[in-house]
Structure formats: C-alpha cells, structure tokens
C-alpha cells in the first residue's frame, strides 16, 4: 500500500496559531477519488522563535465533517514510483472548518517537538470514503503566537 506525506509547509502561508484551535493540516475523502485513509504517522512542533515567556502548545487532531478555508496542496509518495494519492490534503487554514471532538491530543512546551507512530493498524488513525470528511491537525496556545509545523504520513485504502 502506497504511502504519502503531507506538512503545512506545503503550500500557502503558515498560520500563527491563538488561543484558540487553528487548522494546519487536513486530509480527507474526495468524491472523485473516494476511498478510505488511515494516518500512519504525525509530527509536530513549534516552526519559529521561542515566546519570550515558557508556554505550552497543544496539538490535537479531530474529525473534520465540513470544509473551511485553506490552500490545497499535494501530498508527496514516499515512493516516487507509486501512484498520486486518492485523498485530499489541505493546509494553513484561514477559515475552520467543522470538527467533531478531539481524538488524538498532546500538550508539549513551546521548546519541544514530537513524532507519532501507529505501532500497529488497529492504532492508526482513520477516516471514512465520505466526502471532504477527514482528519484535521489543529493547535493553539495560551501564549504562544506564531506558527507551527504539523505533517503526517498516511495510507489511501
């Protein structure tokens, strides 16, 4: 099964995140392309200088089941020889979309990164053959005011 990476590095301008949720990345169903997809793999972290003042970061991911705003942008195979991929990846949000609760959550301090894993396909995240419905990678910060960098490698099904 081909795999695809997709960051908010991508395509349009990156998005300072606020005290509220703030949309970097999604990846979703298409009705021309439909199909399942499951994310294998995320990374997150801040994408620019420090806040003078130590603050945390929250990272989340969420169900999307409405479009907002953002650019469109296309997701790269991890094998150049494999396929373009079925689903639709959209990044730096300047309208939010509609989401259901979180799903995936962490809380990091402005000073540090991660990477997510599925360590196994009944770990990985899913979304279903449903029109622009999907995973959405958010974050916000209490204090915290300038971009971040969120990307994830996933499977069309």
């Given amino acids: 099964m081909a795999r695809y990476h997709v960051d908010n590095r991508f395509a349009g301008t ?17 009705t021309a392309t439909l199909c399942r997809g499951r994310a294998v793999a995320l990374a997150y972290g801040p994408d620019s200088v420090p806040n003078a003042t130590d603050c945390n970061i929250v990272y989340t991911i969420q169900r999307q089941t ?7 942008a296309t997701p790269n195979p991890l094998v150049p020889a494999d396929v373009a991929s079925r689903s639709g990846a959209f990044v730096n ?12 959550s962490r809380a ?3 000073r540090a990164s991660q990477q997510w894993a599925a360590q196994d396909n009944d770990a990985m995240l899913l979304w279903p053959a449903t029109n622009i419905v999907g995973l959405a990678l958010l974050a ?3 204090t915290f005011n300038t971009a971040v960098f969120m990307g994830l490698d996933y499977e069309d099904q």
């Fill in 14 to 30: 990156q998005q300072a995140i606020t005290t509220t949720y703030k949309t970097q990345v999604t990846i979703t169903a298409l």
């Fill in 66 to 72: 409405a479009a907002g705003t953002a650019t469109a």
């Fill in 93 to 104: 949000y300047t309208a939010e979309g509609t989401y259901t609760l979180p799903i995936f």
């Fill in 108 to 110: 990091l301090n402005q």
């Fill in 140 to 142: 916000l910060s209490p």
